[in-house]
């Protein structure tokens, strides 16, 4: 098997869609309001409670102006996402002419403190968006999922005559984290609760969300009633501020954030509830664009690390890295399937057993401040270490690379440099992050940095050893599609074929037979993505230079990068 022929194009092909895709994502964000000028997005910075910088995108419709006041909204995130999150729920709330601050969460995205303090920054964010000068203070609106339901719902606790209307997404008031609900409180709730909501039982109390409508007495409580709630029907008054009124469209507790219907429902209520905006109707949304824009930026930044590392691997500096790579095995034998098999199956099995062990065991400090990201370096590091001890069960290992570890780490950091300066030249240019729905790719701010600096060296490791005994499955008749192919197989069909497996159940029961973690379900999802991904960039490396030394450190640093920069900090 040889090197194969010079694909520099792939860079410059990336660079294009990166900043291409950016582009287009900034004209959607900035669509004209009623008034026919531009909406204004700016990346805002604020002082919260007891100094802890919050961050925020605030949205201004060209209408909106100290002489003539628009009415406002505070939108939040949930867990472990960020401000980009909400784009389509802000993109279309500025389109009809409300001011928006889309919130980060404090101990998320670029805001500070720890995860879940000062009323996870929501009283702050209410604050802030209230002194604005083109704000009408009496027409506030609230709006958050999940997490951030609970972060609106602090503010509006903080404040309870400071808005006139909510819409939970995903979210409850109550255990855990919220203020009882009741008749009365909030002020003219929306609760939008899909009929897929994988967290009915931490929510509402019931082990589908099918059954809401009938068997949650925490819900009936807050409706005001005994009776089952009719979706779709307004209980109490808007006026004296009673209203409420549940949504169920059909989709999941993360596909909220790109249901045409979701976002349709919100929309309406704040038309209903809050005067000084332009009521659009719910069919008339733009936002979905800005997704696919963004997306194909994410497309573009894996090309562009692809087509960095083949155009450094033949630089002189990096002369020592070329080799032409050579197969494993000869066969799909016995033992090679026993080997695929193994691959696929040991991480697949770990991972709830991993993310549960670190959630119940390994609180966030200083020196382990993120959770997730603890939870996701110990998973690769156990599965590593179960594979290592079964592998003399699969195909031989192949032989280490004779060349030096200098050119290979500064291969990777090389090629990371070059990746991330990419986004944070779109951060700056564009103000936007690479991501699709749950998938993103940001900036790391300066603590971000500093704590990828704790997680770096255990999740490459982990990726030593792994990526190893992936291209310990190539054979040597194989082309090269059919070597991404098996690559991609066995590094992400485990995960996909799980989540497949507990997503069919529960589409068609509404039962999820994960339960009992619905959170560790749902940052599943995004693996589904990333692991094929990472099983392309190690063929990638490997067909150029004959060792999966540099293929491993690229995807260490890259994915403690994504990782770290796309969750909470605890700690």
């Known amino acids: 098997m040889t090197a194969p022929r010079h694909r520099g194009w792939l860079a410059l092909i990336g660079l294009l869609l990166i900043l291409g895709g950016a582009a287009c994502a900034k004209l959607i964000r900035t669509a004209p309001d009623a008034s026919g000028s531009p909406v204004r997005v700016n990346d805002i910075r604020f002082v919260g409670t007891g100094g802890t910088v919050m961050s925020g995108?605030?949205?201004?419709?060209?209408?909106a102006t100290p002489t003539h006041r628009a009415p406002g909204i505070l939108a939040v995130h949930g867990y472990i996402n960020s401000r980009e999150t909400q784009d389509g729920f802000s993109i279309e709330f500025a389109r009809r002419g409300y001011v928006v601050l889309a919130l980060d969460q404090t101990g998320h995205g670029y805001s500070g403190g720890k995860a879940f303090s000062n009323g996870f920054g929501g009283?702050?964010?209410?604050?802030?968006?209230?002194?604005?000068?083109?704000?009408?203070?009496?027409?506030?609106?609230?709006?958050?999922?999940?997490?951030?339901?609970?972060?609106?719902?602090?503010?509006?606790?903080?404040?309870?005559?400071?808005?006139?209307?909510i819409?939970?997404?995903?979210?409850?008031?109550?255990?855990?984290?919220?203020?009882?609900?009741?008749?009365?409180?909030?002020?003219?709730?929306?609760?939008?609760?899909?009929?897929?909501?994988?967290?009915?039982?931490?929510?509402?109390?019931?082990?589908?969300?099918?059954?809401?409508?009938t068997d949650s007495t925490k819900l009936k409580s807050v409706f005001g009633t005994n009776d089952p709630i009719m979706p779709g029907?307004?209980?109490?008054?808007?006026?004296?501020?009673?209203?409420?009124?549940?949504?169920?469209?059909?989709?999941?507790?993360?596909?909220?954030?790109?249901?045409?219907?979701?976002?349709?429902?919100?929309?309406?209520?704040?038309?209903?509830?809050?005067?000084?905006?332009?009521?659009?109707?719910?069919?008339?949304?733009?936002?979905?664009?800005?997704?696919?824009?963004?997306?194909?930026?994410?497309?573009?930044?894996?090309?562009?690390v692809l087509g960095s590392f083949d155009l450094l691997v033949r630089s002189a500096p990096f002369a020592g890295l070329r080799a032409n790579p050579v197969a494993a095995s000869a066969t799909r034998d016995r033992r090679w399937r026993r080997g695929f098999w193994l691959t696929l199956l040991v991480p697949t099995l770990l991972f709830y057993p991993c993310f549960i062990a670190v959630y119940l065991l390994v609180p966030a400090t200083a020196i382990l401040p993120q959770t997730v990201t603890t939870q996701v370096a110990v998973w690769a590091l156990v599965s590593e270490a179960a594979g290592l001890a079964l592998r003399r069960f699969g195909p031989a290992q192949p032989a280490a690379t004779a060349s030096s570890w200098v050119p290979a780490i500064g291969s990777a950091l090389a090629v990371t440099a070059i990746a991330y300066l990419a986004v944070f030249a779109v951060d700056r240019l564009f103000g936007t992050d690479?991501?699709?729905?749950?998938?993103?790719?940001?900036?790391?701010?300066?603590?971000?940095?500093?704590?990828?600096?704790i997680y770096l060296v255990p999740i490459t490791?982990?990726?030593?050893?792994?990526?190893?005994?992936?291209?310990?499955?190539?054979?040597?008749?194989?082309?090269?599609?059919?070597?991404?192919?098996?690559?991609?197989?066995?590094?992400?069909?485990?995960?996909?074929?799980?989540?497949?497996?507990?997503?069919?159940?529960?589409?068609?029961?509404?039962?999820?037979?994960?339960?009992?973690?619905?959170?560790?379900?749902?940052?599943?999802?995004?693996?589904?993505?990333?692991?094929?991904?990472?099983?392309?960039?190690?063929?990638?490396?490997?067909?150029?230079?004959?060792?999966?030394?540099a293929g491993a450190l690229l995807t260490g640093f890259l994915v403690t990068l994504y990782v770290v920069a796309g969750t909470a900090t605890q700690g």
Do not use: C
Request: aromatic share 12%; charged share 15%.
């Open 57 to 63: 995108l605030l949205y201004t419709p060209a209408s």
């Open 123 to 165: 009283p702050d964010g209410l604050k802030y968006l209230r002194s604005l000068p083109m704000v009408d203070r009496d027409q506030i609106g609230l709006e958050g999922h999940s997490m951030g339901g609970w972060t609106v719902l602090a503010a509006a606790a903080a404040m309870p005559d400071a808005y006139r209307a």
């Open 167 to 213: 819409v939970l997404e995903g979210s409850s008031t109550g255990a855990p984290y919220a203020k009882e609900g009741s008749p009365i409180w909030p002020r003219n709730l929306a609760l939008v609760f899909s009929r897929y909501d994988e967290f009915a039982k931490i929510m509402w109390g019931v082990d589908r969300a099918a059954d809401l409508t």
């Open 233 to 304: 029907k307004v209980y109490g008054s808007i006026p004296e501020g009673t209203a409420r009124v549940l949504y169920q469209p059909a989709t999941t507790h993360p596909g909220d954030h790109i249901s045409t219907v979701a976002i349709g429902h919100a929309t309406d209520w704040f038309a209903r509830t809050l005067k000084g905006g332009t009521p659009r109707p719910a069919s008339d949304q733009i936002w979905y664009w800005k997704e696919i824009a963004t997306g194909v930026s994410l497309i573009g930044f894996v090309s562009l």
């Open 434 to 453: 690479l991501r699709f729905w749950i998938v993103a790719v940001k900036w790391p701010d300066a603590r971000q940095w500093g704590i990828a600096l």
């Open 461 to 549: 490791a982990a990726f030593l050893a792994q990526q190893r005994g992936v291209l310990a499955l190539t054979v040597r008749s194989d082309s090269s599609a059919r070597s991404y192919r098996s690559a991609m197989l066995a590094m992400g069909a485990g995960i996909g074929g799980l989540m497949a497996l507990i997503y069919g159940i529960f589409f068609a029961t509404g039962t999820l037979i994960t339960g009992f973690d619905p959170l560790t379900t749902v940052i599943a999802l995004q693996f589904v993505a990333v692991l094929p991904v990472i099983a392309i960039v190690a063929v990638f490396a490997w067909r150029r230079t004959g060792s999966h030394r």
